[in-house]
């Protein structure tokens, strides 16, 4: 039997809960953006702040998590698939609005998709958390993302776009390499678990 915390941690406590309002906040976020249209309206402003509001409860729940011993298995999976939902659903917006290349897009969903899917195939061996570089890219993608949802041109013109883009730059070039991390990472944990 054995002594692993998350184990004895009931699935059911408040960071899972903060990951799972996460989740339910993307369908509000997508619906304000849509609803604006690129207009840079009320709907933006709602739109940005939903997403603050989402972004903050991943600080919020790994916070809580830590500080009260509440990690689960369900969380470790949860958490990253909720942050995937916010940001994948904020690029395709973007990029259907026509403020965001669809290649960068689609290089971040497939990235995405592809651990995700990835942690499923080897959970079986073992649950692969986050790692710092995976927090960074999240970290760095987030601020790229805001940049970009902020209406910010009739205040910075020009220069609210390259900022934006600037970011975005380096969160595609985080993502690229802590994606080949993690398929390393999936590879040796599922050698280990053959051999175990």
């Known amino acids: 039997m054995s002594n692993s915390p998350t184990e004895r941690v009931p699935t059911l406590n408040i960071a899972n809960a ?13 619906w304000f953006l849509a609803s604006d249209d690129g207009r840079d309206g009320l709907f933006r402003w709602l739109a940005v702040a939903t997403f603050a509001v989402a972004i903050y409860t991943d600080k919020l729940d790994g916070d809580i998590a830590r ?15 909720a942050d995937k939902l916010l940001i994948g659903s904020a690029l395709v917006m973007l990029s259907l609005l026509g403020e965001l290349w669809w290649w960068v897009t689609i290089v971040i969903l497939v990235r ?10 080897v ?3 073992g649950v692969m958390a986050a790692s710092r570089g995976g927090k960074l890219k999240t970290v760095v ?4 993302i805001f940049v970009f949802l902020l209406p910010l041109t009739a205040w910075l013109g020009a220069w609210a776009w390259w900022i934006g883009a600037v970011l975005m730059a ?16 999936a590879v040796k944990l599922r050698r280990a678990g053959k051999r175990a």
């Open 18 to 30: 903060l990951t799972v309002a996460r989740i339910l906040m993307v369908p509000l976020f997508i």
């Open 67 to 81: 500080s009260r011993g509440l990690i689960t298995d369900f969380g470790k999976i949860a958490d990253p698939i």
């Open 112 to 121: 995405e998709l592809g651990i995700t899917l990835m942690r499923f195939v």
């Open 123 to 125: 959970i079986r061996y």
């Open 141 to 144: 993608q987030t601020f790229a």
């Open 170 to 185: 380096a969160a595609l070039v985080i993502t690229v390499v802590t994606g080949v991390d993690y398929v390393l990472q």
